[in-house]
T-cell receptor, first 115, second 111 residues
């Protein structure tokens, strides 16, 4: 089945220790998104790639970076995690960016704990 | 004021009840309206989407959009314990890419 896969599902890191979260997709979608979701809050878009074109949200801290080496994979790098970065990180994909059929397909998420 | 407001609940109903979930929004440019279901510790999955105003039905689920009131609803008929989840509304404008999510309503359906 075509899907969005995130690894690891659970990640524990220490304060200030860099961490990388992984997302892969078999949908061959052009767009990949990274969201941060804290408990009982709406998913917050951090950035997205349209193909190789990177688009950062204005309020995304510099501490968060992303890489998309090919269509299938996208990585979220947190350079110096703080306690406030503990959250669920969701990867999503969509075929394109416009229209009602441009629905987003989410992965299961990576729950990040910062000690 | 948030662009999308959604009552966080929790909402607890007995099995078989009709459930009504709602969102209000402030941006009149929104044209596409979605409902996602998110089970605990899982990613959201798309349930329904609607373009502009009107109703859309899919099985036990009905989505309604009232653009004049900036109000959208999701109705679940004959609710089941397996419907217990958080329901997120989401919306976007035409030509834009950014989807704005509500914070979600937690629903518990008791057997």
């Amino acid at each position: 089945d075509a899907m969005v896969i995130q690894n690891p599902r659970y990640q524990v890191t220490q304060f200030g220790k860099p961490v990388t979260l992984s997302c892969s997709q078999t949908l061959n979608h052009n767009v990949m998104y990274w969201y941060q979701q804290k408990s009982s809050q709406a998913p917050k878009l951090l950035f997205h790639y349209y193909d190789k074109d990177f688009n950062n949200e204005a309020d995304t801290p510099d501490n968060f970076q992303s890489r998309r080496p090919n269509t299938s994979f996208c990585f979220l790098d947190i350079r110096s995690p703080g306690l406030g970065d503990a959250a669920m990180y969701l990867c999503a994909t969509s075929r394109d960016q416009r229209g009602a059929t441009d629905t987003q397909y989410f992965g299961p998420g990576t729950r990040l704990t910062v000690l | 004021q948030k662009e999308v407001e959604q009552d966080p609940g929790p909402l607890s109903v007995p099995e078989g009840a009709i459930v009504s979930l709602n969102c209000t929004y402030s941006n009149s440019a929104f044209q596409y309206f979605m409902w996602y279901r998110q089970y605990s510790r899982k990613g959201p999955e798309l349930l329904m989407y609607t373009y502009s105003s009107g109703n859309k039905e899919d099985g036990r689920f009905t989505a309604q959009v009232d653009k004049s009131s900036k109000y959208i609803s999701l109705f679940i008929r004959d609710s089941q314990p397996s419907d217990s989840a958080t329901y997120l509304c989401a919306m976007k404008g035409t030509g834009g890419f950014k989807t704005i999510f509500g914070a979600g309503t937690r629903l518990f359906v008791k057997a």
